[in-house]
């Protein structure tokens, strides 16, 4: 199955973005998903978490200000991203987690400028 990703850009800092990751109409049903972000040259950082159950985990530097919501129905993942700061520059990757397996998205670019 191939993932599909999207919603990363250009904003100003203090602005926003919606970041989408599924497969809908898909029988890979996706359960759980984690959101990873990498700044080049650095370790991917796992930045949020929904569990089947339907509860988030966050890292420390977006909590209250990045919520993770999962619509089952499209069988898709949101990240939505508020109050953003160029610390937040980054490629976004999802990874989407199944009964099946697990499967990587491609990589959305969110830059935040200062």
């Known amino acids: 199955v191939q993932l599909q990703a999207s919603g990363g850009g250009l904003v100003q800092t203090g602005g926003s973005l919606r970041l989408s990751c599924g497969a809908p109409g898909s029988r890979f049903r996706i359960n759980a998903m984690d959101w990873y972000r990498q700044v080049q040259g650095k370790e991917r950082e796992l930045v949020a978490t929904?569990?089947?159950?339907?509860?988030?985990v966050y890292v420390d530097s977006v909590k209250g200000r990045f919520t993770i919501c999962k619509d089952s129905a499209r069988n898709t993942v949101y990240l939505q991203m508020n109050s953003l700061e160029p610390e937040d520059t980054a490629v976004y990757y999802c990874?989407?987690?199944?009964?099946?397996?697990?499967?990587w998205g491609h990589g959305t670019l969110v830059t935040v400028s200062s």
């Open positions: 990874k989407a987690i199944s009964p099946w397996g697990t499967v």
């Open positions: 929904i569990t089947r159950r339907g509860d988030s």
